[in-house]
Structure formats: structure tokens, C-alpha cells
């Protein structure tokens, strides 16, 4: 059965993706689609709502994005949130001019008595997100205002008759305190949906839809040991069973015991699991690099080259499976968005392949409905909740020459860290520990040592392109340095990074 879907048309504004993630979490399906998507591409959907991003551009400009006219005449519901409820208004006739004064930040709204089914339960005033430099000023035949701020007389505007609505202020983010209620109400009570979208429901579906695909057919999966990979393979493994070949390439730079947790996990599984134990392959290759770009290409190469000489093995299996997501879709300008991400194989086999197909069972979903899907599947914790972890491994978190004692230092100073950020429930998105290639003077006992220097990192974010450094306590931080310099052989002084991002990066290299 396929679900009812709502298109999020996207002029450009930063919280596109997040404008999908809320219409899922209402258990409606969304999907991006570019501003300029055709008519025909927009009606193949059969969607029962169309709702328009905001962005940066001005609707009275000639270079500004714009949509087809003929998507007013399709009988759909829309909502046009910031940009989008400009373009709305003067697409169909109203004016939008500068503001004397402009919005940024939370601001209060004022609902008028109007009846507007988006403000279903709500009065009075309302805390909002603004951005804008914009506003409309005059109104499209048939629409009424809905509410104002104190500089925005149009804040939200509709046509009851045609189901149009706008408004200037962004429901989907949390400093709208009721835009989860606001976005509820345009679904419910305007596309009158019925929430038939739930992880069940994708379940259910992906797997049919897979057997239907690989039939009798064998499948190879690269797998990592990472959220996507590993949802992949047991979504997998649940439609195809043993013609599921798993290669598990340990470059030796994972984290403490963590090969062997994911061996534990998968070996049990009905699939075909296989881990190479490559570590001395990939220690002799980086051996003497320091640049941090040259041990990611060289780590890179060689794992390609592991895995195309084991998959090599399975010469009779015809499918390649990857644990791309939707953002890895959306980011690699397969809706005509700027491309930022380019080295996902999305939407086709890589060049050279002896494949004749390819399984991307995730594509559709976002990082948060990936995390779910893997606990229906009953994937242990550890992994669901796994943080974002580097390809090279800790291979760019040892600064310099990498070595097999370094390896083996970081991975114990990095457990322990851990170890004791999940015992003090502290809230952080990443958190890590880094080897730096300094080495200083210190004093154990009786005895002058000279060791290395370790560097603790934790971070606060909602997307990972910015960040915040977490501010742990003094307490926290003294009991984690105690013990690594009393349990690691090597180190003898701990540091804690308090840069944000910008001006550093997540990572140290």
C-alpha cells in the first residue's frame, strides 16, 4: 500500500529537511522535491499536501526561485511557511514589500478570531520563530489575515475556499513553542490524513518490496559497524536471509572491542557473515604518513581495495547493497540542491562494477527513522545509538604518525572517557578523546616522565554542521583525567577542547 504523501517544495531554506522530519513524526510521509519540479513529477505523487519552504531570496527579484503557476490550479492544500507564504501571495496577486522593520528571533503572535483550521485549540498569543526582511503587504483576492505581530500585520493569512495558508513565521522549529500543533491541524484538519505512515508500515513494505527486487539473487553489503550499515543489514537480513553476504573490513582502527561487538551481533543473524582482519595491512600503509588528507586517501584506497578482493569470492552474487539515508539523497543533488556531500554512491552503482543492481533500503528515511527502524529490528543499543564515527577510524584522531602503541593508547583513553560520559548521563551529541603528537614532561611517583598528551572532546548540536563545546564539570573532567593517567600507559597530561564550530572543526583532523 502506498502512503498518503505531503511534498515539501524547496526554495532554498535551511529547514527543509526538518519540515519533512515533522510532517513524518505525525505519521504523515513527506518528501522533498525541488522548487522547480513539474507539474507532472508534483501530480505522480498524488500528494493530499504541498507545503513550500522558506529561503533566502526575495519573491519580487526576477532570479528568484519560483514554482510552476499551475500548481494553484491542482486542487491541493498548501502551505507556505516564510519565503513560501510570500510567494504564495504574490504569485496569486497580492504585494510583498521590504519591512520597515525586520523580524529575527522569537517573537510574540497575535491569532485574530478568524476560525482558521491551522489554529485549531489556539488563541491569544503565540512565542514564534521569526526570519525575515520581507513581509506581505497586500493580501490575494479571497485570502484574510490571521494573525499579526507588532511590526507584521500578515504574520499568517488563508483561503478557506481554496485551501491556501501561510504563514510568515516557522512552525517546524522548537522555538515556535505550538508549531508541532500548527503543522498537526494543516495535515489533519485541512489534508484531512489519516497517519498511515509508521516504521510498521516502512517495514512491512521494504521488505516485500526486496525479495520482490533480489528474488533468488544474492546481495553484498559493506558493513561498517555504523547505524546505517547495520540497519541495513538487518532489514536485510529479515527479507533475504542467507543470501545476505556481509564483508566486515576491520582496518584495525576501530575502538575498544568494538570489531568484536559487531561480530557478535551479526555472526548471530541469519546472513553470511564474513570480517577480514586487515589491520596489518593498513598499519604498513600509513606507516610514516602524518598528513591528515593522505592517511584518509590512503586508508580509503585500500579499503576498496579489501572489499572488491573479497566480494570477488561471491562471484554469483548480482546486487550491491548501501545504507544510504534520505539527507545522503537530498545532499547529493539528486533534487537538483547544491551538491555537498559527493562521495555517497547515490541513486547508482560505482564505475567498474561487475553488479548488476543495487539495494539502498534506507533512502527514503532520515538518521532519527533509521535509529527506529533498527530498534523494531532489535538491534542492541550500542549500535542504534551509535555516534558519528570517522571511515579512517582513529586513524585521524591520533595526530602525526600512527603506531601501534598509539592505537592501543587512544583506544583505552577513549573507552574510559566513555565510559564515564554514559555513567554521568552528561547530554552531548559526540563525544571523544583525541592523541595529540605532543609529548611533555611529567611526574609519577618518584620518576620524570615524558609522555603524550590527551585531548578530550564533546559536543552539543542538531545537525553537526555547527556545534557547541559541552560544558562538563570540573568534577567529571577530574575524575576521567585521574584515571586515564593512572590506567594508560603513555599519557601523562589531559587537556579539554572548548572550541565550537566554526572556527574548528568536530573532528581534529
Not at 539502498?360 to 527506529?372: A, I, M, S
Amino acid at each position: 500500500m502506498k502512503n498518503e504523501t505531503v511534498i515539501i517544495l524547496d526554495f532554498g531554506g535551511q529547514y527543509k529537511q526538518l519540515i519533512a522530519r515533522r510532517v513524518r513524526e505525525q505519521n504523515v510521509y513527506s518528501v522533498i522535491l525541488p522548487c522547480d519540479a513539474s507539474i507532472e513529477t508534483i501530480k505522480a505523487y498524488n500528494p493530499i499536501g504541498i507545503i513550500f519552504t522558506g529561503g533566502p531570496n526575495a519573491v519580487y527579484m526576477p532570479d528568484s526561485p519560483m514554482c510552476s503557476a499551475q500548481i494553484y490550479l491542482l486542487g491541493i492544500p498548501m502551505l507556505g511557511i516564510c519565503y513560501g507564504m510570500q510567494l504564495m501571495c504574490h504569485m496569486l496577486g497580492g504585494k510583498v514589500e521590504s519591512c520597515v522593520s525586520s523580524e529575527y528571533g522569537q517573537t510574540q503572535l497575535e491569532l485574530k478570531n478568524t476560525g482558521c483550521p491551522i489554529f485549531k485549540e489556539l488563541s491569544g498569543s503565540q512565542t514564534v520563530l521569526m526570519s525575515h526582511t520581507d513581509m506581505v503587504t497586500k493580501l490575494p483576492e479571497g485570502f484574510i489575515s490571521a494573525a499579526n505581530t507588532a511590526s507584521c500585520l500578515n504574520a499568517a493569512v488563508y483561503d478557506e475556499k481554496r485551501s491556501f495558508y501561510g504563514v510568515q513565521f516557522h512552525p517546524e522549529v522548537e522555538e515556535t513553542k505550538r508549531g508541532k500543533e500548527i503543522l498537526h491541524n494543516f495535515l489533519y484538519e485541512v489534508c484531512h490524513a489519516s497517519g498511515d505512515y509508521s516504521m510498521d508500515d516502512y517495514l512491512k513494505t521494504t521488505v516485500d518490496e526486496v525479495r520482490a527486487k533480489i528474488g533468488n539473487e544474492k546481495v553484498i553489503l559493506g558493513l561498517s559497524g555504523g547505524v546505517d550499515s547495520s540497519v541495513c543489514a538487518a532489514i536485510l537480513s529479515k527479507a533475504i536471509g542467507e543470501q545476505l553476504i556481509c564483508i566486515f573490513v576491520d582496518h584495525g582502527f576501530m575502538r575498544k572491542n568494538e570489531g568484536d561487538e559487531i561480530e557478535s551481533v551479526f555472526s548471530k543473524r541469519d546472513l553470511k557473515f564474513v570480517r577480514v582482519d586487515a589491520s596489518e595491512r593498513f598499519l604498513s600503509a600509513i606507516s610514516g604518513i602524518s598528513d591528515p588528507e593522505k592517511k584518509r586517501k590512503t586508508i580509503g584506497r585500500l579499503f576498496v581495495e579489501v572489499f572488491e578482493e573479497q566480494a570477488s569470492k561471491f562471484n554469483d552474487a548480482k546486487f550491491l547493497a548501501q545504507g544510504t539515508i534520505y539527507p545522503d539523497v537530498i545532499e547529493s543533488g539528486a533534487n537538483h540542491t547544491a551538491t555537498i556531500k559527493s562521495h555517497h554512491n547515490v541513486g547508482g552503482l560505482p564505475e567498474h562494477t561487475r553488479f548488476s543492481g543495487i539495494v539502498e533500503p534506507l533512502r527514503g528515511l532520515f538518521k532519527d527513522e533509521v535509529r527506529n527502524l533498527g530498534r523494531l529490528l532489535g538491534l542492541p543499543d550500542f549500535l542504534v545509538n551509535r555516534q558519528p564515527f570517522p571511515g579512517p577510524g582513529l586513524a585521524i584522531r591520533i595526530i602525526g604518525e600512527i603506531t601501534r602503541e598509539k592505537l592501543d593508547i587512544l583506544r583505552d583513553a577513549d573507552a574510559i572517557f566513555r565510559e564515564e560520559m554514559k555513567r554521568s548521563r552528561v547530554k552531548a551529541s559526540q563525544y571523544f578523546a583525541v592523541l595529540t603528537d605532543l609529548k611533555s614532561v611529567g611526574v609519577m611517583g618518584d620518576f620524570r616522565t615524558y609522555d603524550y598528551t590527551v585531548a578530550l572532546r564533546a559536543v552539543k548540536t542538531n545537525d553537526f554542521m555547527t556545534c557547541e563545546y559541552a560544558p562538563l564539570s570540573h568534577k567529571l573532567l577530574k575524575k576521567v583525567s585521574s584515571r586515564i593517567t593512572n590506567e594508560v600507559k603513555g599519557v601523562n597530561r589531559i587537556v579539554y577542547d572548548i572550541t565550537g564550530k566554526p572556527p574548528a572543526t568536530i573532528e581534529w583532523e
